[in-house]
């Protein structure tokens, strides 16, 4: 049973991922425990909002069942497709009915036009309009969610009805776009990485050939100028020749992860390095330290380098979940653990903060900041996780990735098993099993016994985050002293049942500070401790002082604490001197051996991904230092 990215055998891939059900993981762990939430209350409640926000009715007014006017954006047929997904994930680790699933790909095959064709916005009003406008239409984007959904459902319960239907839209593609066929391609990305997984499923070579084929047409002007002109949608220069990630931060990723599907079936290695070069232009100048993407409202989009302000951020959910798709199959491609912490670092910030502890409520968009007063009225904008959203895109996105979460955490090949996210599971790779017992990231300590240990040597490889400066390793309770190779630690041994490993990565609570050029927090820092980044909320200081007026002593140990939420990183604030409440004012320093402030508190700093779980209020992740005393 395969998992969401499959490379053929002949592929040039590092790393093979592991079958989707040899990785479970337990509910008792973060990771586990998530995945847990999403079965039991993400899934549900996006199936209620299909229900109530009129997507799956929009499907039926195509059959006749309804007479219902079309409902939600132009492309809601996606959030059912997304949901499809999920479901089929959720079905492969769990078992459980595919009703629902039968269901609907009975209505899909029934409103689907004889020529393969199937959008409910374009079947009825909008006939005529139907690819007339690649640009915003979203109809190749549309048909790519609809061949996902296919291929999980394929690989997890069978489902050939739904399979049908995908191939008839794809090789409606094809025969329309395909060589030979118009020069033309969607402005936004995702069909790519559908159509090579696809290809993955069936063997059909044509599907692979149309993803390169867009892949090599983008780049040359074909959608024109739009309102944001050629680089919103990255038709500004050939990808291939690319030197810097921009546009809307989603379609930036879908482009990439597309790009490296194709470039690990066709052996086109310059490709691989385009989408390597383009992501180290992402994480070198234009990531938040949450691991979120795109600091531009207005198309969503990438600023320049540097651009970071933490309170207009908008960090897309679905721009980091794009961020963690597209690290995976580098890691596959690659093998370079840069990709696995990348993986880790926004999996567990910019990721788990759009989802609420409850499962129901997300952010669409991710600010490291949120200031006293903040309208949260706009859902752009909320203050507080919603229930769903016009744009419905992130919580079905989020759902389909919590449900298939488990195949990013570990791959295999014949002789060793490598260890990428760590949370409490069970991991089995052929003759080979493990049991892996942590706390992590609350704890430093991963436990792994091996339950199976085949014949012959080989090799685990445990990967050792970059943030990591001390990292120690024993076998049965002896120390190896094995270095860090390529970011991870590698024993080779004939193992046996037993057999205990345990690796200690050390997380002592730090300070970072961004860049300079960063300026909207120079003079501020940040709290972070292991993967995971914390902020500082409004319900944990006390009354009688400004929000944006504490300033963080940095002179002050930090120490790890407990909290009503999560292990927290307990830090000594101080109120900001008193100044004039003009909104200018000449520039004046503290006079010598004058205290920079009042009288310190002590208080925690909470996960970023669990703020607005509380009352609303402000946050903030950068924190401005309080001027040492002298």
Known sequence: MEGPAAPTPSALAALRPLPLDAVRLDPGGLLGGWQERNASATLPHCLDQLAAYGNLANLRRVTGDSDAKFAGMWFADTDVYKTLEAMAWETGRSGGSTEWMTDIAALLEKAQDADGYLNSYYQLDHRDEQWSDLGFSHEMYTAGHLIQAAVAAARTAGAPQLVTVARRFADLLVRRFGAGGEDLIDGHPEVETALVELYRLTGHAPYLSLAERFLTLRGHGLLGEGRFGPRYWQDHTPLIDADEATGHAVRQMYLLAGAVDVAV???????????????????????????????????????????????????????????????????????????????????????????????????????????????????????????????????????????????????????????????????????????????????????????????????????????????????????????????????????????????????????????????????????????????????????????????????????????????????????????????????????????????????PAIPYFLWANRAPGPMRVWIPLAARET
């Open 265 to 603: 079936e066709t052996g086109k290695t310059a490709l691989l390095a385009a989408a390597e070069r383009l992501w180290e232009s992402a994480l070198a100048g234009k990531t938040y330290l949450t691991g979120g993407m795109g600091s531009r409202h207005k198309d969503e989009g990438f600023g320049d380098n540097y651009e970071l302000s933490p309170d207009r951020a908008y960090a897309e959910t679905c721009a980091a979940i794009g961020s963690f798709q597209l690290a995976w199959r580098l890691l596959l491609a690659t093998g370079k653990a840069r990709y696995a912490d990348e993986m880790e670092r926004v999996l567990y910030n910019g990721i788990a903060g759009s989802t609420a502890r409850d499962g129901r409520s997300f952010f669409y968009s991710n600010p490291l900041q949120l200031r006293t007063g903040h309208d949260g009225s706009h859902e752009d904008t909320p203050s507080q996780r919603l229930t769903w959203y016009s744009c419905a895109c992130c919580p079905p996105n989020l759902a389909r990735l919590m449900a298939s979460l488990q195949a990013y955490a570990a791959t295999g090949q014949e002789k060793g098993i490598q260890l990428h996210l760590y949370s409490a599971a069970t991991v089995t790779a052929g003759a080979y099993r493990l049991g892996v017992r942590t706390s992590y990231p609350w704890d430093e300590r991963i436990d792994i016994t091996v339950e199976a240990a085949g014949d012959g040597p080989w090799t685990l490889a445990l990967r050792v985050p970059a943030w990591c400066q001390d990292a120690r390793l024993t076998v049965n309770g002896s120390l190896v002293r094995a270095g860090v190779q390529e970011g991870y630690l590698r024993i080779t041994r004939s193992w046996k049942a037993g057999d205990v490993v345990t690796l200690l990565l050390a997380m002592p609570a730090r300070l970072v500070a961004a860049h300079p050029r960063v300026d909207a927090v120079r003079a501020s820092a940040a709290l972070t401790r292991g993967p995971v980044v914390y902020c500082l909320e409004h319900a944990d200081l006390p009354a009688g002082v400004e929000f944006e007026d504490w300033e963080l002593d940095a002179s002050a140990p930090l120490s790890v604490g407990e909290h009503e939420l999560a292990p927290a990183i307990h830090a000594s604030f101080r109120p900001r001197p008193e100044s004039s409440d003009a909104l200018y004012q000449p520039l004046a320093a503290h006079p010598a051996g004058e205290t920079a402030g009042e009288t310190a508190v002590t208080a």
